[in-house]
């Protein structure tokens, strides 16, 4: 469970800060999903970084299963914008980068994530020697490693085609449910919300706040892009970022 | 039939220059050393020409000589060569990591950067009468002046590397965990070793010229005071100093193919973007 209270993230000093959050709240159960959409330059990144305990909010607090939260800590995984694969590490090196820095986790699991994301067979090459699409998988895959319970995306498939898009939001889909992590989504794509957000939260230009929230409930049905609950999610997200 | 067969004889060379395997690689590179002897012959030939006086002696005049002059030469170029090498490593192992962390860590850049913007203009050679009247002319001092210009050329160079990090890299490692060490060693080193790499082989040159400065001034034996001693001492022979002046040459070389030999290895990464998938 992951509880943010009242979080206000500022950048630079007195009369030149920048607030890029402003005294927002929500509240993630475990395997809840949550989508966090709003427009460019929001803020979204911020609080993102906030809650993978990357910046130190300037005033709130954040904590998970009741601990409040100082550093990054192993049961949250953050997949970036680029999918922030180091260029000097194969595909194996990036996947296990946690391993690689000491932290122990079950090594056996390495393989299996990367067999299932599609990964095996080219996990000796270099990010360069990649599509687009196989560069998100592989940051997918070091998010699992440490066999996470939350699990935050900063626009995870930003830049990408539609089909490649869609295929790896089936792909979450189907990781969320089987390894039952809590998930943020981060994004600036109404489909993309509705489609992967049990519930979503539309925000405000910056500084952000939560201007309303969305549910969601019929979200993982089978075809669910098909349905006319995915289309009037999509209509009402669309008239809650215009507003 | 001539012109086919010409055809034919542009496209063998066209293929071998394309061709990427070591073989082609050592045609290439003795091609180029042919079009430098080449152009090299003409210019002796031209100054021969015009001044009547043979100034600049052909290269086979010089490659003779060197050959002649053996173990005398050898012995001035092994000198020149660990004076060099030895100043390269002392500045590269001082100079890259006061560079990253001054380019990394804010407030050591704040303190740091007047100093070096003092500093580095002004050139170096400046100090070698300086450091001659207080240490005296022995290799100490040579290695030392060789090493200052490199390692103000490194500093500066590593520090704006530092600073122009991917911060989605140094992200990414972060949140999976990494201490302040790790993320210097896993993508502040590995991030600016390629411009490292090419600030070395300018210094490379630098610290050539450097040496040869520091060679001549002060003692000059020939019998082992370094390539620069042994030119200056060769001053009144034209083919003498011309076999010099290639064995400067040659160390320049050796330490150029070394340095792309380690870049081969330490950015793999960079090299197999090429490889077709
Ligand atoms: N390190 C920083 N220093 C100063 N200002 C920053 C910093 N990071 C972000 N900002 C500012 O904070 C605001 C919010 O940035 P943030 O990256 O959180 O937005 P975002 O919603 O993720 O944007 P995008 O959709 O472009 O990813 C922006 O105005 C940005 O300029
Ligand atoms: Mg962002």
Same mark, same amino acid.
């Given at each position: 469970m992951i509880d943010v209270r009242d979080v206000v993230v500022e950048y630079g000093k007195k009369a030149a800060a920048v607030r890029a959050v402003d005294g927002l709240s929500l509240r993630v159960a475990p395997g809840e999903s949550l989508a966090l959409i709003g427009p460019s330059g929001c803020g979204k990144s911020s609080l993102l970084f906030a809650m993978a305990g990357l910046i130190r909010p300037t005033a709130g607090t954040i904590s998970v299963n009741g601990e409040s939260l100082t550093r990054p800590r192993r049961e949250i995984a953050l997949i970036l914008q680029n999918a922030g694969l180091l260029p000097w590490k194969t595909v194996w090196q990036n996947a296990n980068l946690s391993l690689l820095l000491g932290r122990e986790y079950p090594r056996v699991t390495a393989q299996a994530v990367l067999d299932e994301l599609g990964l095996g067979e080219v =996990? &000796? &090459?270099? *990010? $360069?020697?990649? $599509?687009e699409g196989m560069k998100r998988r592989v940051g997918v895959a070091r998010a699992l490693s440490t066999s996470p319970s939350v699990m935050l995306m900063d626009e995870p498939l930003a830049s990408l085609d539609t089909l490649t898009k869609e295929r790896i939001q089936d792909l979450f889909l189907r990781l969320w449910v089987r390894h039952a992590f809590a998930l943020v989504l981060v994004t600036h794509d109404i489909e993309e919300a509705a489609f992967l957000g049990q519930r979503v939260a539309v925000l405000s230009d910056r *500084?952000?706040?939560? =201007?309303e929230i969305v549910e969601n409930p019929a979200m993982g049905e089978l075809n669910y892009r098909d349905t006319a609950a995915f289309a009037d999610t999509v209509q009402r997200l669309r008239a809650g970022l215009e507003r | 039939m001539a012109k086919p067969r010409a055809k034919r004889a542009l496209a063998y060379v066209t293929d071998r220059v394309r061709d990427r395997s070591f073989a082609g690689r050592i045609a290439i590179y003795i091609g180029s050393l042919a079009l430098l002897f080449g152009l090299w012959e003409v210019a002796s030939l031209v100054i021969l020409k015009v001044k009547g006086v043979e100034y600049l002696p052909n290269p086979v005049k010089a490659i003779t000589e060197m050959q002649r002059l053996g173990p005398l030469l050898f012995r001035n170029f092994w000198t020149s060569a660990w004076r060099l090498v030895l100043a390269i490593l002392i500045a590269f192992s001082t100079g890259y990591p006061l560079g990253l962390l001054i380019g990394q860590e804010r407030w050591l850049d704040r303190f740091f950067s007047p100093i070096i913007y003092i500093v580095y203009p002004i050139p170096q050679v400046a100090f070698i009468l300086l450091l001659f009247l207080v240490f005296g002319i022995g290799n100490p001092v040579k290695v030392a002046i060789v090493a200052i210009a490199i390692f103000f050329q490194l500093l500066v160079s590593a520090r704006g590397a530092a600073k122009e990090i991917d911060p989605e890299h140094v992200t990414s490692v972060l949140s999976a965990g990494a201490s302040r060490f790790q993320t210097y060693w896993h993508v502040v080193i590995p991030e600016t070793l390629p411009s490292i790499l090419t600030s070395l082989r300018v210094s490379v040159g630098l610290g050539m010229a450097f040496l040869y400065i520091a060679e001549i001034s002060g003692s000059v034996s020939p @019998?082992? @005071?370094g390539l620069g001693a042994f030119i200056k001492a060769s001053s009144f022979n034209t083919t003498q100093q011309a076999a010099g002046i290639l064995a400067m040459a040659l160390l320049g070389l050796v330490l150029y193919v070394i340095i792309d030999i380690i870049e081969r290895v330490v950015c793999r990464w960079r090299y197999t973007a090429r490889r077709s998938t």
């Amino acid at each position: 469970m992951i509880d943010v209270r009242d979080v206000v993230v500022e950048y630079g000093k007195k009369a030149a800060a920048v607030r890029a959050v402003d005294g927002l709240s929500l509240r993630v159960a475990p395997g809840e999903s949550l989508a966090l959409i709003g427009p460019s330059g929001c803020g979204k990144s911020s609080l993102l970084f906030a809650m993978a305990g990357l910046i130190r909010p300037t005033a709130g607090t954040i904590s998970v299963n009741g601990e409040s939260l100082t550093r990054p800590r192993r049961e949250i995984a953050l997949i970036l914008q680029n999918a922030g694969l180091l260029p000097w590490k194969t595909v194996w090196q990036n996947a296990n980068l946690s391993l690689l820095l000491g932290r122990e986790y079950p090594r056996v699991t390495a393989q299996a994530v990367l067999d299932e994301l599609g990964l095996g067979e080219v =996990k &000796r &090459r270099y *990010p $360069s020697e990649l $599509s687009e699409g196989m560069k998100r998988r592989v940051g997918v895959a070091r998010a699992l490693s440490t066999s996470p319970s939350v699990m935050l995306m900063d626009e995870p498939l930003a830049s990408l085609d539609t089909l490649t898009k869609e295929r790896i939001q089936d792909l979450f889909l189907r990781l969320w449910v089987r390894h039952a992590f809590a998930l943020v989504l981060v994004t600036h794509d109404i489909e993309e919300a509705a489609f992967l957000g049990q519930r979503v939260a539309v925000l405000s230009d910056r *500084p952000a706040q939560i =201007k309303e929230i969305v549910e969601n409930p019929a979200m993982g049905e089978l075809n669910y892009r098909d349905t006319a609950a995915f289309a009037d999610t999509v209509q009402r997200l669309r008239a809650g970022l215009e507003r | 039939m001539a012109k086919p067969r010409a055809k034919r004889a542009l496209a063998y060379v066209t293929d071998r220059v394309r061709d990427r395997s070591f073989a082609g690689r050592i045609a290439i590179y003795i091609g180029s050393l042919a079009l430098l002897f080449g152009l090299w012959e003409v210019a002796s030939l031209v100054i021969l020409k015009v001044k009547g006086v043979e100034y600049l002696p052909n290269p086979v005049k010089a490659i003779t000589e060197m050959q002649r002059l053996g173990p005398l030469l050898f012995r001035n170029f092994w000198t020149s060569a660990w004076r060099l090498v030895l100043a390269i490593l002392i500045a590269f192992s001082t100079g890259y990591p006061l560079g990253l962390l001054i380019g990394q860590e804010r407030w050591l850049d704040r303190f740091f950067s007047p100093i070096i913007y003092i500093v580095y203009p002004i050139p170096q050679v400046a100090f070698i009468l300086l450091l001659f009247l207080v240490f005296g002319i022995g290799n100490p001092v040579k290695v030392a002046i060789v090493a200052i210009a490199i390692f103000f050329q490194l500093l500066v160079s590593a520090r704006g590397a530092a600073k122009e990090i991917d911060p989605e890299h140094v992200t990414s490692v972060l949140s999976a965990g990494a201490s302040r060490f790790q993320t210097y060693w896993h993508v502040v080193i590995p991030e600016t070793l390629p411009s490292i790499l090419t600030s070395l082989r300018v210094s490379v040159g630098l610290g050539m010229a450097f040496l040869y400065i520091a060679e001549i001034s002060g003692s000059v034996s020939p @019998g082992r @005071g370094g390539l620069g001693a042994f030119i200056k001492a060769s001053s009144f022979n034209t083919t003498q100093q011309a076999a010099g002046i290639l064995a400067m040459a040659l160390l320049g070389l050796v330490l150029y193919v070394i340095i792309d030999i380690i870049e081969r290895v330490v950015c793999r990464w960079r090299y197999t973007a090429r490889r077709s998938t």
